[in-house]
């Protein structure tokens, strides 16, 4: 009996042993490739360095701190003081993220400076099989400024979601595409530049035809594989009302073969024209939202087509291929 407990002890001890060195090693590895995008480009993929970097949790988790991240992407640089990511060991796939603001944004072509500010910004994602089944970002207390000379309020809000969710009756695995719904929420919006107070906006999107493995979607012909595929952005519903006014807009795009966007977006509105005024002026507030009815209300069909942009049958503007 005693040799029992003696082995079994032992193996119980070799087993922790593997365990912490697996765990330590793996802890290793997700240092070094968060380390090595400090060396990317900014400009194929984003650089992104940590002026600290965490990583703990040991022995049944990983939890990553990036404290003082500094990411680039072309002319635009963003700092943000802290961010957190972490998983359990037996489920990687679902990993929960959260980030301390305010986030220093700054553009280096135009010389813009902004800074956008939260109470708590959190995120997750949840992968199956590299497919998407869910991935959610969730602010509160925001408040986007314009910085480069003191501080003015741009926009706030005291909530905003977005959230993509697999679609899984459009899954076609043997042509290795999925289709995702999108939807956004922003709730008592105040925007001072347009007069916007208690203003809220709802958004729900479809996406077709796109690769069910996220790792590649940093193809860089991912958007010419998708129009092979048949890819369609279906704006299923965007609705936007504050205490004056109403906007409804949805449609369908395409890509055709030259790479171009084809399809329409029909607009229906109140109160949004007027509002607007001097920020988009004539003849282009009438191209955009069409005349108005004898109730006051607007509509109009926004078209693309052979790399135009059409107002009803008037081409108004021109857009490069995509691919």
């Known amino acids: 009996m005693k040799k029992r407990i003696i082995v079994l002890g032992s193996a119980v001890v070799l087993i922790v042993v593997i365990w912490s060195v697996a765990w330590f090693v793996l802890a290793g590895m997700i240092r070094q490739n968060i380390e090595a995008q400090a060396m990317a480009d900014g400009v194929s993929e984003p650089r992104v360095v940590c002026g600290t970097l965490n990583v703990s949790?040991?022995?049944?988790?990983?939890?990553?701190?990036?404290?003082?991240?500094?990411?680039?992407?072309?002319?635009?640089?963003?700092d943000v003081p802290e961010i957190?990511?972490?998983?359990?060991?037996?489920?990687?796939?679902?990993?929960?993220?959260?980030?301390?603001?305010?986030?220093?944004?700054?553009?280096?072509?135009?010389?813009?400076?902004?800074?956008?500010?939260?109470?708590?910004?959190?995120?997750?994602?949840?992968?199956?099989?590299?497919?998407?089944?869910?991935?959610?970002?969730?602010?509160?207390?925001?408040?986007?400024?314009?910085?480069?000379?003191g501080e003015t309020t741009i926009a706030q809000s005291p909530l905003v979601e977005l959230h993509l969710f697999d679609i899984p009756e459009q899954h076609d695995p043997q042509r290795g595409l999925a289709a995702l719904a999108g939807y956004a929420l922003a709730n008592?919006?105040?925007y001072p530049g347009m007069t916007l107070t208690n203003a809220a906006a709802e958004v729900q999107l479809e996406l077709t035809g796109l690769p069910?493995?996220?790792?590649?979607?940093?193809?860089?012909?991912?958007?010419?594989?998708?129009?092979?595929?048949?890819?369609?952005?279906?704006?299923?519903s965007i609705h936007a009302t504050d205490a004056d006014s109403v906007l409804d807009a949805s449609g369908a795009l395409t890509l055709d073969a030259q790479g171009?966007?084809?399809?329409?977006?029909?607009?229906?509105?109140?109160?949004?024209?007027?509002?607007?005024?001097?920020?988009?002026?004539?003849?282009?507030?009438?191209?955009?939202?069409?005349?108005?009815?004898?109730?006051?209300?607007?509509?109009?069909?926004?078209?693309?087509?052979?790399?135009?942009?059409?107002?009803?049958?008037?081409?108004?503007?021109?857009?490069?291929?995509?691919?």
């Open 188 to 190: 008592e919006v105040s």
């Open 212 to 236: 069910d493995d996220i790792r590649n979607w940093g193809d860089p012909q991912l958007l010419l594989l998708m129009q092979q595929a048949g890819a369609r952005l279906n704006i299923v």
């Open 260 to 323: 171009l966007p084809d399809g329409a977006i029909d607009i229906k509105s109140v109160g949004v024209a007027e509002r607007l005024g001097a920020m988009l002026a004539e003849p282009w507030r009438t191209l955009v939202f069409g005349t108005p009815a004898e109730d006051g209300s607007f509509a109009n069909q926004i078209r693309f087509s052979g790399g135009s942009v059409y107002s009803g049958l008037v081409p108004i503007a021109s857009v490069p291929p995509l691919f």
């Open 84 to 149: 957190r990511a972490g998983f359990v060991v037996f489920s990687p796939t679902a990993i929960r993220l959260s980030a301390q603001g305010p986030l220093q944004l700054t553009d280096g072509f135009t010389g813009t400076r902004n800074s956008v500010a939260w109470s708590a910004l959190d995120a997750s994602i949840r992968l199956n099989d590299w497919r998407i089944a869910r991935a959610s970002v969730s602010g509160k207390d925001l408040q986007w400024s314009d910085t480069l000379m």
């Open 57 to 78: 949790g040991f022995p049944f988790r990983f939890n990553v701190r990036c404290e003082t991240a500094q990411i680039a992407m072309g002319d635009i640089a963003v």
